[in-house]
């Protein structure tokens, strides 16, 4: 296996292309995920760590449409899950790219 920071810099910002394309936030990751996981060190727990927070924010915004009718809580909830599903990618692609483990909050574990 090689270390390649770049390879997993680039997984973690691959969140991001939903910014430009509207969709891929999930599909994305997931395949350089599962193409290079015996490839790369260290891309097995990276790519688990995106995929578990990509799942999780996919959960969360469908939570948040039946809170829309109480109160417009769920448009304030979307407004902070996209702002956490873009702040996120670039803190844990400088945290990857200076050696330290990347952290997602609002999380769960769907894959470990």
């Given at each position: 296996m090689?270390?390649d920071?770049?390879?997993?810099?680039?997984?973690h910002?691959?969140?991001?292309?939903?910014?430009?394309?509207?969709?891929?936030?999930?599909?994305?990751?997931?395949?350089?995920?599962?193409?290079?996981?015996?490839?790369?060190?260290?891309?097995?727990?990276?790519?688990?760590?995106?995929?578990?927070?990509?799942l999780?924010?996919?959960?969360?915004?469908?939570?948040?449409?039946?809170?829309?009718?109480?109160?417009?809580?769920?448009?304030?909830?979307?407004?902070?899950?996209?702002?956490?599903?873009?702040?996120?990618?670039?803190?844990?692609?400088?945290?990857?790219?200076?050696?330290?483990?990347?952290e997602?909050?609002?999380?769960?574990?769907?894959i470990?």
């Open positions: 090689k270390e920071r770049q390879l997993l810099v680039l997984t910002l691959s969140q991001l292309v939903t910014l430009i394309l509207g969709f891929g936030s999930l599909i994305l990751p997931l395949i350089l995920w599962i193409t290079q996981k015996d490839k790369v060190y260290q891309m097995d727990a990276h790519g688990k760590t995106i995929v578990n927070f990509q999780s924010l996919v959960v969360l915004y469908i939570i948040c449409v039946p809170l829309i009718l109480l109160f417009g809580l769920g448009l304030l909830g979307w407004l902070v899950l996209g702002l956490v599903s873009i702040i996120y990618p670039i803190i844990n692609a400088i945290k990857v790219s200076n050696g330290e483990n990347p997602y909050p609002l999380s769960f574990n769907f470990s």
